[in-house]
């Protein structure tokens, strides 16, 4: 079946560097992606998102790529700092049109 | 607002209890899903409520899950019998378009 997936389970950086979370899709008539932040002992929380009309969008610190090309996601984080560990979901809006697909995560861990 | 709200924060049973799991979505949000996330499995989601009707339920594991929404401000996920392969946190997360929002979740340990 479709399905979102990363590409890394886990991320090191150290605080200060820019930081580079992948994602595939498969499912090519996804229109909606959205990446979420996870930390310990909490819900998923909304971070950026962007839609097929899109190849780049920009937050705070934050920039998601979309290559429709490819179907390949990815978020930069940039001047990483310890508050940015946590795991990170990119989420594909389904075929249902009323649901997001999650992939299963990376792991962004934050060294001083 | 507060967000999503859930309860309990942490439930802790054993095999064949009835486990509640209960849900206050953002006020004004009109959808509801519940989802649950393990480490095998990451975030599935189980049903999709609409308007407070149950639009897709073909995530619910089994008949020993079902769920209710009798209004708009709440909805309650039931397991009975449990088992422990329901272990999980069980998520509870509401949207008015296609922007989730999750509540901090419902650590459920099964006995």
């Known amino acids: 079946g479709e399905s979102v997936g990363l590409h890394l389970p886990t991320l090191s950086v150290q605080e200060g560097d820019n930081s580079i979370i992948n994602c595939a899709y498969s499912n090519s008539a996804s229109d909606y992606f959205i990446w979420y932040k996870q930390e310990s002992g909490k819900g998923p929380q909304f971070i950026i998102d962007?839609?097929?009309?899109?190849d780049k969008r920009q937050g705070q610190r934050v920039t998601v790529l979309l290559n429709k090309t490819v179907k390949h996601l990815s978020l930069q984080i940039a001047a990483t700092q310890p508050g940015d560990s946590a795991v990170y979901f990119c989420a594909e809006f389904s075929n249902s049109g009323y649901a997001l697909n999650f992939g299963k995560g990376t792991s962004l861990l934050v060294t001083p | 607002d507060a967000g999503v709200i859930q309860s309990p924060r942490h439930e802790v049973t054993e095999m064949g209890q009835e486990v509640t799991l209960r849900c206050k979505p953002i006020s004004g949000h009109n959808s509801l899903f519940w989802y649950r996330q393990t480490m095998m499995r990451g975030l599935e989601l189980l049903i999709y409520?609409?308007?407070?009707?149950?639009?897709?339920d073909s995530g619910m594991p089994e008949d020993r899950f079902s769920a209710k929404m009798p209004n708009a401000s709440f909805s309650t996920l039931k397991i009975q019998p449990s088992e422990p392969r329901d272990s999980a946190v069980y998520f509870c997360a509401s949207s008015f378009d296609e922007k989730l929002f999750f509540g901090s979740g419902t650590q459920l340990s099964v006995l």
């Open positions: 962007i839609r097929s009309n899109m």
């Open positions: 409520f609409n308007n407070n009707v149950p639009i897709d």
